[in-house]
């Protein structure tokens, strides 16, 4: 039994006089031990699985921004705050508005984009044809540079044809060239065996 303080002994018979015996009877009795049992790691929200690599952990993490970055290294710009908007997004509710904003910009973005790059060709087009020039081309001068450039080019095609039709020809002539040369080697190979025919006759002819 927990000894009582000398105040509370002084105030303990009072008490019991009234019917306090029920009601502080719990003073007087020792107090149950507490279990010292600790819960399972199941139950623990700070508790840490046994099997978790903390190194593959990092690696995955590590090969996940890499990823990441080379995939924003290739979006375009418009594209680019599109991926960083939903990249800062910690919330599903955010999320799923910059979600609905990117179906509902994206063709006016996508439209804006094709304007720019049009524009630009335009440009650039514009740029190469005007380059090097002082003062506006007049249609003569402009009709006379066009006949010049298609005389040119006709040259060319003439030269080109008159080339390939040569070429050709020198083909022909060279398999012509080598099959007469075949038959006069035929001719000569003939001609040496009459000659050597004609000298045995002429050797038998003495004998006799």
Known sequence: MPVLPQRQRHLLPSLTNTGGPALFSGLLVSPSPVSATLPDGSDNPFHLPEDADFFLLRDQERNKSLADRERKKMLRVHEKVTFSSKASAKHSSLRRELQ????????EVQAH??????????????LS?????????????YVSRRRQMFLVQYALDVKRGEIQRLERL???????????????????????????????????????
């Open 129 to 141: 044809t005007t380059r090097d020039k002082g003062e506006p081309e007049s249609i003569s001068s």
């Open 113 to 126: 984009a094709e304007q720019l790059r049009t524009f630009h060709d335009q440009t650039a087009w514009t």
């Open 170 to 208: 020198m083909t022909r002539e060279e398999a012509a060239l080598e099959q007469a040369e075949r038959l006069l080697e035929k001719d000569a190979a003939l001609f040496d065996e009459f000659l050597r025919e004609n000298d045995r006759s002429s050797m038998q002819a003495l004998r006799a």
């Open 100 to 107: 609905l904003e990117d179906e509902a910009e994206d063709p």
